[in-house]
């Protein structure tokens, strides 16, 4: 009330009664997304809430004693990738071509878009964000610049005295073709004065003055000896925007309406050609052996990125599949023979993939009525799922642990919920533990809360204080209905310290857990975590300063022993090593005990800095 009497004119969203959240976070509408929608009471009177079902405004809602009412969907999306809504330096930013996916799935499915963008501790929109939303402005502008449909004729199997058909191509939504009193479907032909390639059908509904009628249309073009049907889908509105799955060239094109609520209009047709010569490469889910591929109808060349940088002409070439069983951000660009880049593709991969990882223990799955069995938790399959009985053990709560077979750094989990659009065992409320040897357990988290997973049941990703650990252990104490039970599509744990740091600089390997080179690694990543490896298992490492660009290493030996000669050598990811040049060597000390003290410096290369440095004893 006290906008409505300050501020008559402001519209009011979201559980209010001007605009519709549509109903995830995702910055997708309905395929079939009505503006007009049915209220059990009067508006005066009704309990304004979000509305999340599949179907608002169909036939079937259309109940005798409803009220009809405007109420055109809202579709909220953060520019950051990961569900991110308030900035931060670490987070990723959703691609150009990704931007442009959002403005076709919300407002050209009849709804506005809502983009969040996150300023930085400037106040100001970080730079990485608006190296995205240019290419999708200009590509938004150029695609829609020109309609091809201009100068067509257009002729209506049916129309009134008042509406005819030449009105959808006067670029005036205040005039319309309607078809003949008491007709419920259509039909609009377009022949241009030449043939043209489009892969843009756009359709506007007369919303101002008739509201939203049409049911169902399809789209059909002329081969030059028959009618191809392009397309054939729902709603229309105040737009619709139908992207082909290839351009199409003709002189002709048709649009039927099949089905409408008393007489269609149609206020606007549009052809267009999508703005962009070099699509984005396409990038694959994350298999359950932690390879991504990358793809492109084109056969161009494909770049890509692994570390956060974004991709050049220069970047690594596509030839095989990419490892990533760390997790990050792959980011990809075709590349065309004359050196052209294309826009560019991004998708992160959140957590470790669950190679030889195993389910310890579970104390609920349903595997009598359908294959919801906990290993399905860790199959790296976001369609399948864990889910507790149906019939039995329907108290909360419900766990489930993971062994992930070796101890490493863990700097928080990843819940997915299930992704079939069902709502059964959703997780809200959980703890979360972790443990070396699956007796002994730690809680990282006691109660931890999944804030709008009702609304968003999006990846869910949460950080703690590194601990090093082998086993898992997920415990649901609250699902976001009453029912009792637990799902899952996907559970992982997040790498932390130096497997975190190896991730972002794209050092992408199952290593070096393993430590297949007996380097000590598995040390050097304790070492990391302010842990003193030396203290705790007597390790040969040894601290290692850097001064003005010299790294310097101190060596203690006792005269007399059989004599070793020191060497160098460098590797820029832990895997290969090479032989290190201009070391210095010094005497800087001898020690009471008779021992003396070396110094070992070695000027770190300014072209490609080596990451890691080691020293090589050989005995004479």
Same mark, same amino acid.
């Given at each position: 009330s006290l906008i409505s009497n300050l501020q008559p004119s402001a519209v009011v969203a979201v559980s209010a009664p001007d605009v519709r959240w549509v109903g995830n976070e995702g910055g997708v509408a309905r395929q079939s997304e009505w503006s007009v929608i049915p209220l059990s009471s009067s508006p005066d009177t009704f309990s304004w809430h979000d509305m999340t079902a599949t179907d608002l405004g169909g036939r079937d809602m259309l109940t005798f004693g409803s009220y009809l009412w405007w109420y055109p969907a809202e579709c909220d999306v953060t520019i950051q990738n990961g569900d991110n809504w308030f900035w931060s330096a670490s987070h990723t930013v959703a691609s150009a071509s990704t931007l442009v996916g959002y403005y076709y799935s919300s407002v050209g499915l009849n709804a506005n878009l809502l983009l969040d963008l996150a300023p930085d501790t400037r106040g100001l929109i970080p730079d990485n964000q608006l190296a995205q939303l240019q290419p999708m402005g200009w590509i938004i502008a150029n695609t829609f610049a020109t309609n091809l449909a201009a100068g067509a004729t257009v002729i209506a199997d049916t129309s009134n005295t008042t509406n005819n058909p030449t009105n959808v191509l006067d670029g005036n939504l205040d005039t319309w073709w309607e078809a003949?009193?008491?007709? *419920?479907?259509?039909? $609009?032909?377009? @022949?241009?004065?030449?043939?043209?390639? &489009?892969?843009?059908?756009?359709?506007q509904e007369a919303v101002a003055e008739r509201s939203q009628r049409i049911e169902s249309f399809a789209v059909d073009t002329w081969n030059g000896s028959a009618?191809?049907?392009?397309?054939?889908?729902?709603?229309?509105?105040?737009?619709?925007?139908?992207?082909?799955?290839?351009?199409?060239?003709?002189?002709?094109?048709?649009?039927?309406? *099949?089905?409408?609520? $008393?007489?269609? @209009?149609?206020?606007?047709?549009?052809? &267009?050609?999508?703005?962009?010569?070099?699509y984005p490469p396409t990038i694959s889910h994350r298999g359950t052996n932690g390879l991504v591929t990358l793809a492109n109808t084109?056969?161009?060349?494909?770049?890509y990125t692994v570390d956060g940088k974004t991709p050049t002409t220069g970047s690594t070439v596509y030839s095989s599949p990419i490892a990533l069983p760390l997790g990050g951000t792959l980011q990809a660009a075709c590349l065309t023979p004359q050196g052209q880049l294309g826009m560019v593709a991004s998708a992160s991969f959140t957590g470790w993939v669950p190679m030889g990882w195993t389910v310890a223990a579970v104390d609920s799955q349903e595997t009598v009525q359908a294959n919801n069995a906990a290993v399905n938790a860790i199959d790296g399959d976001p369609s399948t799922i864990w889910h507790t009985s149906w019939n039995s053990n329907l108290a909360l709560p419900h766990y489930i642990t993971i062994d992930t077979g070796t101890s490493r750094?863990?700097?928080?989990?990843?819940?997915?919920?299930?992704?079939?659009?069902?709502?059964?065992g959703i997780v809200q409320n959980y703890r979360f533990e972790t443990?070396?040897?699956?007796?002994?357990?730690?809680?990282?988290?006691?109660?931890?809360?999944?804030?709008?997973?009702?609304?968003?049941?999006?990846?869910?990703?949460?950080?703690?204080?590194?601990?090093?650990?082998?086993?898992?252990?997920?415990?649901?104490?609250?699902?976001?209905?009453?029912n009792g039970w637990t799902s899952a599509a996907e559970l992982s744990v997040l790498p932390a310290g130096f497997d975190a740091w190896r991730r972002d600089l794209g050092l992408q390997t199952n290593g070096p857990l393993s430590d297949p080179y007996n380097i000590g690694s598995p040390l050097l990543m304790d070492y990391f975590q302010s842990v003193n490896p030396v203290a705790t298992a007597g390790s040969p490492l040894a601290p290692v300063t850097a001064t003005n660009g010299w790294f310097q290493f101190n060596v203690r030996y006792q005269p007399g022993?059989?004599?070793?000669?020191?060497?160098?050598?460098?590797s820029p990811d832990l895997l290969t090593w090479s032989a290190a040049v201009g070391v210095v060597t010094n005497g800087i000390a001898s020690n009471p005990d008779g021992t003396q003290t070396l110094q070992l410096s070695l000027q770190q290369p300014t072209t490609t800095p080596a990451l890691f440095l080691r020293?090589?004893?050989?005995?004479?």
């Open positions: 003949a009193s008491g007709q *419920t479907n259509g039909t $609009l032909t377009l @022949t241009m004065p030449a043939p043209v390639t &489009f892969d843009v059908v756009s359709l009618w191809i049907t392009a397309t054939s889908l729902t709603t229309v509105g105040h737009k619709r925007l139908v992207q082909l799955s290839s351009p199409v060239t003709s002189s002709q094109v048709r649009v039927r309406i *099949t089905g409408s609520r $008393l007489e269609p @209009t149609i206020a606007e047709v549009g052809l &267009f050609k999508q703005a962009i010569a070099i084109s056969g161009y060349t494909m770049v750094w863990i700097g928080g989990f990843t819940y997915l919920p299930r992704q079939d659009g069902s709502p059964n443990s070396t040897d699956g007796v002994k357990w730690i809680t990282n988290v006691t109660a931890g809360v999944f804030g709008n997973i009702r609304n968003n049941p999006s990846l869910q990703e949460v950080t703690f204080a590194p601990v090093k650990a082998r086993f898992f252990r997920f415990t649901a104490l609250q699902e976001i209905n009453t022993l059989p004599d070793v000669t020191p060497s160098y050598q460098t020293l090589v004893l050989t005995a004479l």
